[in-house]
């Protein structure tokens, strides 16, 4: 293997012309210098100096490695300045997954406290539920997860998730069948919609514990579907604030439970983390205490 010391000191030959140069360029002594060239054409087998009068000029191989080695040289120094960059939060890019309601509020939030904070930033941001927001995690293909969970349900095999906000559950009716009942058992002979699978066990153990099994007449995770679906009196539903707050049908009315989900940061393995997935992280905790928990 090359030593690095070395290669850079035939670099700076070939760059000034001379050892003398190469030396003061390096702020090395010239035996220093001449040292690291001998031992460089030892390291690879190859002769990379010919002496010329009382200088040395590089041979064809010499030149080769010579060109080679500042391009190498080049890039170890960019690789070090984007990790010094990264590193003092002057730049860097994280790569988030989040739930649909909360990329539409929490996530926008947190980009405008990111901008000030650190501009050089970027967040990539994918939509994905919480199982599929898990298995990104997993895989590596983000760093950071917006996820929910609701009271009782375990949290994945090395997820670890620290708690944001908690997003208070409402019960959805449409608007032309006058105000929500105050419980979830005013409503046990109308037709249910539900969301997600995490949803429509929440909403079915909520229906269990107000004495009633709900008649699912329809499912889908898109909110803005299930609320558009309640308004034209297709049934009724439990929806989360966020997800309200990031859409509201004209033609709904709602009234918050004595329930909720558990919004959360998540992500795989033990800590330390990466500068720029903390600052992100800190950015969504701000935003979400700023004013996204009513």
């Known amino acids: 293997m090359i030593d ?7 670099v700076a030959l070939h760059r000034t012309g001379s050892v003398s140069a190469a030396a003061a360029e390096l702020h090395y002594g010239q035996p220093t210098v001449s040292h690291h060239l001998r031992r460089l054409e030892a390291e690879t087998g190859s002769v ?24 190498i040289l ?7 300045g984007e990790l010094a960059a990264s590193t003092s939060l002057q730049a860097g890019r994280v790569r988030l997954a989040a739930f649909p309601s909360g990329a539409a ?14 501009p050089g930033i970027e967040l990539d941001l994918v939509e994905a539920e919480p199982p599929e927001a898990f298995e990104l ?5 983000v760093d950071l997860g917006l996820t929910f969970a609701y009271p009782d349900q375990p949290e994945p095999e090395q997820i670890t998730s620290v708690p944001l906000l908690d997003d208070p559950l409402h019960l959805v009716v449409a608007a032309d069948d006058g105000p929500a009942p105050d419980d979830l058992a005013g409503l046990s002979g ?3 919609i539900t969301g997600c699978e995490r949803c429509r066990r929440e909403l ?37 604030g966020l997800a309200l707050r990031a859409h ?40 979400a205490a700023a004013g996204l928990k009513d």
């Open 4 to 10: 690095l010391r070395r290669l850079e000191a035939l």
């Open 105 to 118: 509020t929490v996530v926008p939030e947190a980009l405008v406290v990111l901008a000030e904070r650190h």
């Open 248 to 287: 509201r049908h004209p033609g709904i009315a709602t009234q918050p439970l004595a329930a909720l989900r558990r919004v959360q940061l998540s992500t795989y393995g033990a800590p330390p983390r990466p500068p720029a997935v903390d600052a992100v992280a800190a950015a969504l905790a701000t935003a």
């Open 204 to 240: 079915l153990a909520l229906c269990e514990d107000a004495g009633f099994a709900p008649a699912i007449a329809f499912a889908s995770d898109d909110y803005v579907a299930v609320q558009a679906l309640v308004a034209g009196g297709m049934g009724v539903t439990v929806l989360p």
């Open 137 to 141: 995690l997993r895989s590596g293909a």
């Open 190 to 192: 109308h037709a249910w």
């Open 74 to 80: 080049g890039l170890l120094a960019r690789a070090e």
């Open 48 to 71: 990379l100096l010919q002496r010329v009068g009382r200088g040395v000029r590089l041979t064809p191989d010499g030149e080769r490695l010579a060109r080679r080695g500042e391009e």
